[in-house]
């Protein structure tokens, strides 16, 4: 998946040890010295690296430091975002929207100051107390998604990141990290989460997998996946995403569903909840699909069945058509009370 040739980084950032950690594990690789990990002009915004987009992803690398620490409240998948530890992807999914942020190219970001990183989420955890009560989030715990603009499991391969913060949510008692995942990376199986990590594995029909799911592992062994990270002390979801509608699309979510229900152990079933979330696509990002994958865009964009919405950057987010949604979420999450009756839904949108 990464063949990392040339590393862009930020002074400061190689001078902290897990700089230093990071790039020893890449000793070939070309050293480019950046003013800004968000600013290097031959990655991000140069729409002539359309047609380099998967080789940008596999030999690139950003290191650089996280200046703003901020735990953003959320709601939905997790009570927090927590600071980013990293950004961008080795991926390719043709839906993702992280690289509308970026522009032309997504390689992986990491960030080198996780100790200070690490220093805020005590902190910040700390200061939530006790959760008053439970709710659709969690019934116990205040939990922090550390994977929104990137997959952990991935960011794992390059640096201990992510280790570092599984051992930190193992030993707080009042908080939990989560995260999600396209990709199956065993080696956090070595790892003692002690119940403080909630992975959501993503799911979606193997059709719609193979078109839009690039470069992750495959739906099958996610789903296999599942009985071993729940034995190994994690927390385990599913995050049926993103719900594409399609001709057939119905037919194949039923037979999703009943593979996964043949997949899991009783220890998996009885902690299962799951995410519904239907596709929301974007204008820019269709334009650079168009690019490199124009065959995802014939289930992508679908004006006949969607509708537009100014998002805050001023490009258009487009989703389903209000009413037709509706009676689309409602097939889909009465199929999973069918199927998998033990599934609970936190949320469906």
Request: with cysteine; net charge neutral.
């Amino acid at each position: 998946m990464l063949d990392i040739r040339r590393i862009y980084l930020e002074p400061a950032a190689a001078e902290l040890p897990r700089g230093q950690e990071i790039l020893a594990r890449f000793p070939g690789a070309e050293l480019i010295e950046v003013e800004s990990h968000h600013r290097i002009p031959e990655l991000y915004g140069d729409e002539t690296n359309v047609s380099r987009w998967v080789r940008i992803k596999t030999e690139s690398l950003v290191l650089g430091i996280k200046k703003s620490l901020t735990a953003r409240p959320n709601g939905r998948s997790s009570d927090f975002i927590a600071p980013s530890t990293a950004n961008g992807c080795a991926m390719a999914c043709a839906y993702c929207y992280v690289p509308r942020r970026k522009g032309y190219s997504n390689p992986i970001t990491v960030f080198a100051n996780i100790d200070k990183i690490l220093g805020y989420l005590e902190r910040h955890a700390g200061r939530q107390g006790v959760k008053p009560e439970p709710d659709q989030v969690d019934p116990r715990d205040w939990v922090y998604d550390i994977g929104e603009n990137s997959d952990c499991s991935v960011d794992a391969t390059i640096s201990e990141n992510v280790r570092d913060l599984v051992d930190l949510f193992g030993r707080l008692p009042n908080a939990k990290a989560s995260f999600a995942t396209k990709y199956v990376n065993r080696h956090l199986l070595d790892w003692d989460p002690r119940g403080g990590t909630r992975i959501r594995f993503s799911l979606m029909p193997v059709a719609d997998s193979k078109l839009l799911d690039i470069r992750t592992s495959p739906v099958a062994a996610r789903m296999e996946a599942i009985n071993d990270f729940v034995a190994a002390g994690y927390e385990v979801h599913v995050n049926f995403s993103p719900v594409v509608v399609r001709d057939g699309w119905l037919d194949d979510w039923a037979e999703l569903l009943a593979q996964l229900d043949d997949a899991l152990s009783p220890e998996a079933r009885a902690q299962l909840a799951a995410e519904v979330i239907f596709l929301t696509h974007n204008d820019r990002l269709h334009e650079v699909n168009l690019g490199w994958h124009p065959k995802a865009e014939e289930v992508l964009w679908r004006p006949e069945l969607q509708q537009a919405k100014r998002s805050q950057t001023g490009g258009w987010n487009v989703r389903y058509r209000t009413g037709h949604k509706g009676r689309y979420v409602a097939a889909l999450t009465d199929l999973i009370g069918t199927r998998l009756p033990y599934c609970r839904i936190r949320y469906a949108f």
